[in-house]
């Protein structure tokens, strides 16, 4: 994780990329997952630049995992998220913790994305939620990038649409994938 280290200040100050419009939208697929307490675990989320409106729009309780301290620094310590230093490998909460997880632009990042999915399916309650907002990787623009990633010594396993729903299938987690924009497209599926 090392280009996060010396990336997060660039991040602290340019990750709310969100517009009202797609708040809404990953709101509208979370919903159906949120129960009475509307717990959200937001892997691989940085600064919490997301959790903060996640939190505001769904008023939900937004925990942000992230391997990276100098990323979880951004988050104000005296709100309503809550930042945890861990890998989606390994994640440092109990069985059934969160209603929801959701994962953007950071699923290629994971070194095991089988070993994530598993520990996505235990803190997960049955019929929760999995949402993962990702990059397909096809066309040019993302082949570079990919190749950019590797570069940095990033893992860049990128998933195909069609591969991510069959992925997370074949680990208990049922859904479909739809493209969102530009590069860019959306896993939504249900804890078995």
């Known amino acids: 994780m090392g280009f996060f280290n010396w990336a997060a200040p660039a991040f602290g100050h340019f990750a709310d990329r969100w517009s009202p419009e797609s708040i809404e939208e990953i709101v509208g697929w979370l919903a159906p997952y949120l129960g009475e307490q509307k717990r959200i675990l937001d892997v691989g989320g940085g600064t919490g630049a997301l959790a903060r409106r996640l939190s ?29 230093v861990g890998t989606a490998e390994a ?80 680990h208990g987690i049922a859904g479909n994938c739809a493209a969102i924009r530009g590069v860019s497209y959306r896993f939504v599926g249900t804890v078995r």
């Open 56 to 84: 505001q729009s769904a008023d939900a309780q937004v925990t942000v995992l992230d391997p990276t301290p100098e990323m979880l620094r951004y988050i104000p310590t005296d709100g309503p998220i809550k930042g945890v």
């Open 91 to 170: 994640i440092p909460f109990p069985d059934d913790s969160f209603d929801a997880v959701i994962v953007t632009d950071a699923f290629h990042h994971f070194r095991d994305q089988p070993g994530a999915v598993r520990e996505f399916r235990r803190v997960v309650r049955k019929g929760g939620g999995v949402l993962v907002v990702e990059l397909d990787p096809t066309g040019l623009v993302m082949r570079s990038i990919a190749l950019g990633e590797k570069l940095l010594g990033e893992p860049g396993a990128f998933f195909t649409p069609d591969a991510m729903c069959e992925f997370m299938k074949t």
